[in-house]
């Protein structure tokens, strides 16, 4: 197509091979060509109208970033562009540190930087327990916020906005951790644009099966993605693993094998700082459970 005559346009939403698309003050049902599905949501994208409300994508904008599902999904691709990732976690119901370690190393792979936001603060009881679970992460650098978004719904609002101005965020979470609440307080529209972008993408009436891209003031993004995302990690190379790992660091090039897999190697370095208590037993067993997931994939 004639480049000249392609509108720009950011990807709202996707349902299938359907992405919604803003294009100035318009939002746009497009398509891909042929059967491919390579757009994700924070795409910007280049598109040929062909007709009032419908477009083709042509071309998608280089990525500053790019998330990936797990291979469960039809679509590989969670979201791209995004600054930050926010792991939504509470005091009750109790969270998997699998899965926030899951989380956070695909962010790190991604480069995109991830914040813990912990909610239900007000359960005053679980809370000095849920606050030890998390020193792990703090400890390793990640921001750890604590919120209450259904009894301080004001300043669960206020500590979050200097957060998300004029960056992209995700938001992650594991049912029943309380995303839904704290979306709802910081997009006050975000009912509304759903039932839109539902009815746009035809996606059927009771379905908020999509991931869905909210903009906000202050150049502000949001995203929200139904259920828990379980990232895509099976295409992490072994050196990929290894650096998504803060912890790890330190020990990197450390080891009596310049080639070491950090799994059961003499003289490694990494496996000696598990044993000493500098790395945490669960960080260790998740990157061995990854290695073996990503060879799996691989052979
Ligand atoms: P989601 O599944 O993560 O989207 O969670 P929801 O937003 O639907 O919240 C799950 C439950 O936790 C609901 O019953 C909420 O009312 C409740 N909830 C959300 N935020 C808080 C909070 O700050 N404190 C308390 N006590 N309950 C909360
Ligand atoms: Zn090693």
Known sequence: ANQAALEQGLVIAAHGRHYLVQAGEQKLNCVTRGKKSDVAVGDHIRLARTSADQGVVESIDERRTL???SDQYKSKLLAANVDQLFIVVATEPSFSDDLVSRSLVAAESAGVSAHLILNKTDI???????????QVYARLGYPVHEVSAKAQPDETRAAFMPLLAGKSTILIGQSGMGKSSIINLIVPDADIATREISAALDTGKHTTTFTRLYQMEQEASIIDSPG????????LSEGMLERAFRD??????????YNCHHLNEPGCAVLEAVQAGAIAGMRHQLYAQLVHESSQTLY
């Open 67 to 69: 998330l990936y599902r």
């Open 124 to 134: 005053t009881e679980a809370l000095p327990k849920t606050r030890e679970r998390l």
């Open 228 to 235: 828990f995302q379980e990232f895509g990690l099976y295409q």
């Open 248 to 257: 790890f660091t330190p020990y990197l090039g450390k080891c009596r094998f």
